[in-house]
T-cell receptor, first 115, second 113 residues
Framework: AQSVTQPDIHITVSEGASLELRCNYS??????LFWYVQSPGQGLQLLLK??????LVQGIKGFEAEFKRSQSSFNLRKPSVHWSDAAEYFC?????????????FGKGTKLSVIP | KAGVTQTPRYLIKTRGQQVTLSCSPI?????VSWYQQTPGQGLQFLFE???????NKGNFPGRFSGRQFSNSRSEMNVSTLELGDSALYLC????????????FGQGTRLTVV
């Protein structure tokens, strides 16, 4: 079965600093990978996705992620964090076997931003 | 284009009661999935519906059920509610074919007292 590990439960960065959120996955086939963001009490917003092709993918709000098959990683990055980026971030892998579509999520990384 | 709409946003129920949550997907999307989010277990897959058929079900007891209508709208039902069912229930909408991403609604916050 597939799994996703987000090693960092909580990260605090200063506004304007760079950010990297780690994600490692376990999946037998070529994975479909996603990053979602969630503000308190809200649903999940898709930041970016990887299906195939270029291993560096660009998303919304200035985020990017790099797929590294050799390391089973899909880390999320942003060069300069804004206070509005404070939220919880979830990495997910999709199991699309047997014609179904099921997302397996990591436990999430809560991002705090210091003004 | 309207996003995924979930109703109601908040719900308080008593143990032993049953509850029905509703999800209207993005227009043209045929796949609807449901997830439960709790502080302890995180985000867990409940089930997926595509063209009125359940394609997959997560590891939840039979008290959790769902259905999808011909207009792709979906409902999930939880019978004999337990305190542990308190959670944010999220619905995700997807076109249903090919490599496509899922879009989530705002969720329904269920509190069981």
């Amino acid at each position: 079965a597939q799994s996703v590990t987000q090693p960092d439960i909580h990260i605090t960065v200063s506004e304007g600093a760079s950010l990297e959120l780690r994600c490692n996955y376990s999946y037998g086939a070529t994975p479909y990978l996603f990053w979602y963001v969630q503000s308190p009490g809200q649903g999940l917003q898709l930041l970016l996705k990887y299906f195939s092709g270029d291993t560096l993918v660009q998303g919304i709000k200035g985020f990017e992620a790099e797929f590294k098959r050799s390391q089973s990683s899909f880390n999320l990055r942003k060069p300069s964090v804004h206070w509005s980026d404070a939220a919880e971030y979830f990495c997910a892998v999709c199991d699309s076997g047997a014609g179904s579509y099921q997302l397996t999520f990591g436990k999430g990384t809560k991002l705090s931003v210091i003004p | 284009k309207a996003g995924v709409t979930q109703t109601p946003r908040y719900l308080i129920k008593t143990r032993g009661q049953q509850v029905t949550l509703s999800c209207s997907p993005i227009s043209g999307h045929r796949s609807v999935s449901w997830y439960q989010q709790t502080p302890g277990q995180g985000l867990q897959f409940l089930f997926e519906y595509f063209s009125e058929t359940q394609r997959n079900k997560g590891n939840f007891p039979g008290r959790f059920s769902g259905r999808q209508f011909s207009n792709s709208r979906s409902e999930m039902n939880v019978s004999t509610l337990e305190l542990g069912d308190s959670a944010l229930y999220l619905c995700a909408s997807r076109q249903g074919s090919g490599n496509t991403e899922a879009f989530f609604g705002q969720g329904t916050r269920l509190t069981v007292v």
